[in-house]
């Protein structure tokens, strides 16, 4: 975003630059041609500079006041001001150049005071369009500025939002085995599963949610939820992880699966039967693909979408991190069982900037 300070040095460039420009080519294509003197021109040819730079200056201060106006009020005003402007030009270098000449109050012909008037009126409108044209574009870049940084914000406090409301629900259930576990004395179960989760919370609360993590970091902390979840279910959970060894530097979200391996134990497992769940990680043409599958009950057929806050999130999250390049599909395996599949651009940790 440009600042005020950059705005204002960006006027007085232009300012100079734009008047230095005026009195070369006055002086290329009216002075030198004509047949004044040198001691009259170019003396007249700076005090004709000066009065159109500082004329400028008065315009500027006064657009400040017409914008504040209504639009017909304030067009009104601004060709009003470039008239009189104009007429005080004209008459300042006819009388100065008469001054150098000696002849103080000569009138001026029609003509003349037609063909000054309509070159002083063309060049303070071209420098009130260059003024309002470099100032336009310079509002709307910043008000361009100010709404994808707002977005940006509104992005990040969103993902954060999406981030820590999985948490709550998983310290919940995870208490909830704790305490199961307590009152049926298996006390070696529950300290092991109360260390597994403060790993677990410690890793959430310290890791940045709009943070990307390589593959294998997020096996590790999907390898200790699982452990966490192995406390309650023993024999009851088998989980398979694999991930091709060309995907362990891969980035992805951190804590993108453990809401859908929560999802497949929450929706796949039967009471009192056992559920075996695999996550794999391949990638081939430039993306990362993902899959979580169950041996589970599967997708309901009559509503396929009704799957709770787990996956709604993971859906939002790969939206707002890969708007329009990214991809998650569910259905059911041949052999029964749910599968989530997720394909997301691969980027590899080494060569992020």
């Known amino acids: 975003m440009i600042k005020l300070e950059s705005k204002r040095q960006l006027f007085w460039l232009c300012q100079y630059c734009g008047w230095l420009a005026y009195a070369l080519l006055t002086e290329l294509m009216i002075k030198m041609p004509g047949q004044e003197p040198w001691l009259i021109h170019l003396p007249h040819l700076v005090l004709d500079t000066c009065c159109g730079f500082f004329i400028t200056l008065w315009l500027r201060k006064l657009y400040a006041g017409f914008r504040q106006r209504q639009i017909v009020v304030s067009a009104a005003l601004h060709i009003v001001c470039l008239l009189a402007a104009s007429l005080l030009w004209t008459q300042f270098k006819w009388y100065s150049l008469q001054w150098f000449y000696g002849s103080w109050w000569q009138p001026m012909t029609w003509f003349d005071f037609g063909t000054w008037t309509s070159a002083s009126l063309t060049m303070l409108a071209t420098w009130t369009a260059g003024y309002y044209g470099i100032k336009i574009y310079l509002d709307n870049a910043e008000q361009r500025h100010q709404a994808a940084e707002a977005l940006h914000l509104a992005k990040e406090s969103q993902l954060k939002m999406l981030r820590y409301q999985l948490n709550p629900h998983f310290m919940f259930n995870s208490i909830n085995a704790i305490c199961t576990l307590i009152l049926k004395q298996h006390n070696a179960n529950a300290v092991a599963m109360l260390e597994k989760l403060c790993d677990f919370l410690r890793y959430s609360l310290y890791t940045d949610p709009l943070a990307k993590i390589t593959v294998q970091d997020e096996i590790a902390i999907l390898q200790t939820y699982v452990d966490i979840e192995q406390c309650r279910f023993q024999s009851g959970l088998k989980v398979v992880i694999t991930a091709e060894p060309c995907c362990q530097a891969a980035l992805m979200p951190s804590l993108l699966l453990q809401p ?74 041949e052999h029964g069982g749910a599968r989530v599949n997720i394909a997301i651009p691969l980027e590899l940790a080494g060569s992020r900037q």
């Open 260 to 333: 859908l391996v929560e999802n497949a134990l929450k929706h796949g497992m039967d009471q009192n039967s056992s559920i075996i769940i695999t996550v794999s990680f391949t990638q081939a043409a430039g993306k990362l693909y993902i899959s979580v599958s169950d041996s589970g009950t599967g997708f309901s057929p009559a509503a396929p979408a009704a799957l709770g806050i787990g996956i709604k999130n993971c859906q939002e999250r790969l939206q707002l991190i890969y708007p329009g390049a990214s991809q998650l599909t569910l259905g059911n395996a």
